[in-house]
Nanobody, 124 residues
Framework: QVRLVESGGGLVQAGGSLRLSCAAS????????VGWFRQAPGKEREFVAR????????YYKDSVKGRFTISRDNAKNTVYLQMNSLKPEDTAVYYC?????????????????WGQGTQVTVSS
């Protein structure tokens, strides 16, 4: 079993930055894809970014490309989402997730483990 805990959300003005953290315990991330999703009120949970913990390409939702960066710290078993140039439409609860091989990683069903979420609010 994998336990994921997000942190780092908060209230920022448009154009500001936040760095979200997702700390994992239990099983290692080594064989997983790790990603970030977000869910705004009244909307479905949507893909934001992901990569394979073991290495490889990163993938982003088109609307966050050039603004968000997913990264990792192997020693801390933690994944980050650096969010720059934030916009009001980025307001949502952000979740980190981990999934084994074989899923469609652009959709929540492709992931097996989820954190509790952290609120990001961007004011205009």
């Amino acid at each position: 079993q994998v336990r994921l805990v997000e942190s780092g959300g908060g209230l920022v003005q448009a154009g500001g930055s936040l760095r979200l953290s997702c700390a994992a315990s239990g099983r290692t991330f080594s064989s997983y894809t790790v990603g970030w999703f977000r869910q705004a009120p009244g909307k479905e949970r949507e893909f934001v970014a992901r990569f394979w913990w073991s290495g490889g390409n990163t993938y982003y939702k088109d609307s966050v490309k050039g603004r968000f960066t997913i990264s990792r710290d192997n020693a801390k078993n933690t994944v980050y989402l650096q969010m720059n140039s934030l916009k009001p439409e980025d307001t949502a609860v952000y979740y980190c997730a981990a999934g084994r091989a074989g899923g469609n990683y652009y959709y929540p069903d492709g992931y097996d483990y989820w954190g509790q979420g952290t609120q990001v609010t961007v004011s205009s």
